[in-house]
C-alpha cells in the first residue's frame, strides 16, 4: 500500500533550521506531485509548498517565502522541506502529500498524505 513516511522534526530555537523529509513507498512518485502542509494546536491545516513531478517547478505560502524550500529526489522517491530562520508561528504538525494534479495548494486534492512530524520552534 501507499505509505508516506515523514521525519525530520523536533524541537529548535527561533533562527535555526531544520530539514524535513518524506519516504515515498507503493507508488510511482514521479508520477505525482507533492507538497507539505502544516496544522499549528487549535487552527486547520494550511499549505506551505507544493512541487511538481519533476521537480522542475515550486510554489509556497506567503508566510515562508524565503525562509522554505521545497525539493524532491525522484530517484530516492524522497520529498524534502528546508526550512531555515524558523520563527516560532511555524510550530505545527508538518504533513506530506501527494497529488494526482500537476500542483495544487488545496488540501482537498492530495490524494495520499503522511502520519506528520512534529517541529516546534522556541523563542
Known amino acids: 500500500q501507499v505509505q508516506l513516511v515523514e521525519s525530520g522534526g523536533g524541537l529548535v530555537q527561533a533562527g535555526g533550521s531544520l530539514r524535513l523529509s518524506c519516504a515515498a513507498s507503493g507508488l510511482t512518485f514521479s508520477r505525482y506531485a507533492m507538497g507539505w502542509f502544516r496544522q499549528a494546536p487549535g487552527k486547520e491545516r494550511e499549505f506551505v509548498a507544493t512541487i511538481t513531478r519533476s521537480g522542475s517547478a515550486t510554489g509556497s505560502a506567503d508566510s515562508v517565502k524565503g525562509r522554505f524550500t521545497i525539493s524532491r529526489d525522484n530517484a530516492r522517491n524522497t520529498l524534502y522541506l528546508q526550512m531555515n530562520s524558523l520563527k516560532p508561528e511555524d510550530t505545527a504538525v508538518y504533513y506530506c502529500?501527494?497529488?494526482?494534479?500537476?500542483?495544487?495548494?488545496?488540501?482537498?486534492?492530495?490524494?495520499?498524505w503522511g502520519q506528520g512530524t512534529q517541529v516546534t520552534v522556541s523563542s
Open positions: 502529500g501527494a497529488t494526482d494534479y500537476s500542483w495544487t495548494t488545496e488540501e482537498n486534492k492530495y490524494k495520499y
